[in-house]
């Protein structure tokens, strides 16, 4: 397909000023075939980008290794520029949207020469639902190509949904190395160096441009960029949740299901939740989402959610066949793989995969690696981040209804972080704005999924959307109030609960085993719902009986009562840091709910004493 066979001619018009800018040596449009992606896939291989693996172990496979500084998202060059810097809010780097515009056109200006300008029309949720949306992205990787074509759904079928004057989201994306006469890249990830790399987002005119990474986050721009940060401010004024969420749908012995979404931080595992093999006998869990709910009110008043992707872009090491065999299932065939080592007959290997490294492996820098495990100090072969980018269609936890274009009906939202003490294993808030205080002060340790952060140290992660929340993170608690008080009927709103699988004691002994066993917190959820839990009132909010829950084994009484304490003193520090630390950085945008519900739960914790 040729960009003169587009019929929109607003797009069209808008692809070739671009490459007017970009000077590219020639368009190509993504259309979504499976002859275009072997084509891509094919060049990437010739040009020793990326290398094929084993067609008996990884069939369809391929491995990138990228440039060793462009491994993560950048968050202090990630920004929102907004027409002032109060609607970026204070948890948002900004910048005046003329002068970033300005800038960034200079450094667009030739930053194609020598390379193909991709166009890839791409529909965030099932094309043509009406909760879906369409954007276009241009684009000089074909990495970035041939990863839309697995995280979403590419090409000619949403072209047709655009029809000749549909909306779309504008983003433009270069890895920002213009190529002289003659030269090429020579198999090595192009890339700019940090201080020219910028991720931004203009969320009045809903457009998003990026420039100088390949990495996924920051490139492929459908998933961070457009389903969060501009999804956050179109789903503000349009009534709407656009969420960092996994869905999942839980069913009990008797084949009754609830759906469910999640928040947590990058890197907690959420992509292990929403796959969990559970353990306790006759429960199934069923993945419709990992990473990004869409949630509306349906007709009937309740929730819906859809999962705008169609892939998984996970990340690697610690992901075994122990830990989430569904991921291993999904990520074996049809797959792409960036950053993991590679073996000798050319399979993947990264740390936590559960098994050694067999022989000689080449790491993700491209240098030969044999792992020597006395060594503590030894590089890790694949990079904490290094990540799997797998068809969803591929998972055997899939939910039938994971495409169902109206979405699924929400009866429960968690939120959760990595916290070591003060947070119990699962507690319920006792109404909707309760819940939007608990999203509000989601914390957790800092892991490598962000490249500027100091690994290790706490940070308070609102909704785990403070990378990715398109406006005032204030304004968006106030959306979060609004609506819960939207709803028609206010028993249909899903309720809210926060956990926490991080437990551990003064020794630092993890206190809960995680994974599959989560399933004896969702089996608790899922009785919460239907009103058949057993549970008691404390001044965090419901909780859990010491028997609610089965203990699995290794799991002491004590290790439990721990799990299920309330840690009055713990919690009145809490109090104190949000009071101090973390809700004074909204000024007046802070909600009047969130503030006042603080002083109830501090008197609640007082009275305990
Ligand atoms: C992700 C992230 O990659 O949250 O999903 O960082
Ligand atoms: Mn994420």
Redesign the pocket.
């Known amino acids: 397909m040729n960009v003169n066979d587009i019929a929109h001619s607003g797009l069209k018009q808008w692809i070739l000023d671009f490459a007017e800018l970009a000077t590219p040596e020639n368009i190509v449009i993504a259309d979504g075939s499976s002859a275009q992606y072997d084509e891509l896939v094919a060049q990437q291989i010739a040009g020793g980008y990326c290398v094929p693996l084993n067609p008996e172990k990884k069939p369809g496979c391929i491995a990138y290794n990228s440039d060793p500084s462009d491994v993560a998202?950048v968050e202090n060059r990630t920004y929102i520029a907004a027409k002032t810097k109060e609607a970026a809010g204070p948890t948002n780097n900004w910048i005046d949207p003329d002068q970033l515009k300005t800038d960034m056109t200079g450094l667009y200006r030739g930053c194609m020469k020598g390379r193909t300008l991709y166009a890839i029309p791409f529909s965030m949720g099932p094309v043509g639902s009406p909760i879906a949306k369409i954007g276009v992205e241009l684009t000089d990787s074909a990495y970035v190509v041939i990863n839309m074509m697995i995280m979403t759904r590419v090409g000619s079928k949403v072209l047709d949904v655009l029809g000749t004057d549909g909306a779309f989201v504008p983003c433009y994306h270069s890895v920002g190395k213009p190529l002289a006469e003659g030269e090429s890249d020579n198999g090595v990830w192009p890339c700019a160096p940090i201080e020219k790399k910028y991720i931004s987002h203009f969320p009045e005119t809903r457009e998003i441009w990026s420039y100088g990474s390949g990495y996924?986050?920051n490139a492929l721009l459908g998933k961070?960029c457009l389903a969060l940060r501009i999804a956050s401010v179109l789903a503000r004024d349009e009534g709407w949740l656009a969420e960092?969420m996994l869905i999942l749908k839980v069913t009990n012995p008797e084949g009754k299901s609830i759906f469910v979404t999640g928040a947590f931080p990058?890197?907690c595992g959420k992509t292990n939740l929403a796959m969990l093999i559970p353990t306790i006998p006759g429960w199934k869990v069923e993945t419709v989402g990992d990473?990004i709910a869409w949630m509306k009110y349906g007709a009937d008043g309740q929730l819906y959610a859809i999962n705008p992707e169609a892939g998984f872009?996970g990340?690697a090491p610690g992901t075994s066949t122990e830990s989430n065999l569904n991921a291993m299932v999904s990520a074996s065939k049809n797959s792409i793989f960036t950053n993991c080592a590679i073996t000798e007959d050319k399979d993947i290997w990264w740390e936590g995969i559960g098994y050694d490294a067999p022989g000689t492996l080449i790491d993700w820098h491209g240098n030969e690696w044999v792992q020597d495990k006395g060594n503590k100090e030894q590089k890790t072969a694949a990079h904490p981040n290094a990540r799997f980018t797998a068809p969803a269609s591929q998972c055997p936890s899939i939910a039938s209804e994971w495409e169902d274009p109206k979405g699924v009906p929400i009866s429960a939202i968690l939120f959760g972080g990595r916290r070591a003490s003060t947070v119990p294993l699962v507690h319920q808030s006792s109404n909707w704005n309760h819940g939007v205080f608990l999203g509000s002060i989601v914390g957790s340790e800092i892991t490598a999924?962000?490249l500027d952060l100091k690994v290790g140290s706490i940070r308070r992660d609102p909704f785990a959307m403070l990378p990715f929340c398109g406006y005032n993170m204030g304004d968006y608690f106030q959306h979060w109030i609004n609506v819960g008080k939207a709803a028609k009927d206010q028993t249909k709103l899903p309720k809210i609960f926060y956990v926490n699988w991080f437990r551990k004691t003064a020794e630092g002994k993890w206190l809960w085993p995680g994974f599959g066993e989560n399933s004896r917190v969702l089996k608790w959820v899922f009785e919460s719902c239907q009103g058949t839990a057993k549970s008691v009132e404390t001044p965090i909010g419901t909780m859990p009986t010491l028997d609610a829950i089965d203990r699995p084994a290794g799991v002491s009484e004590d290790d439990m009562k721990q799990l299920l304490y309330v840690d009055v003193k713990g919690w009145l520090k809490e109090v104190d840091d949000i009071r101090t630390n973390h809700y004074p950085k909204f000024g007046d945008h802070l909600p009047k709910e969130l503030a006042e519900f603080l002083d109830q739960m501090e008197a609640k914790l007082k009275a305990a004493l």
């Open positions: 998202r996924g986050g961070k960092h990058s890197a990473d872009f990340v999924a962000a």
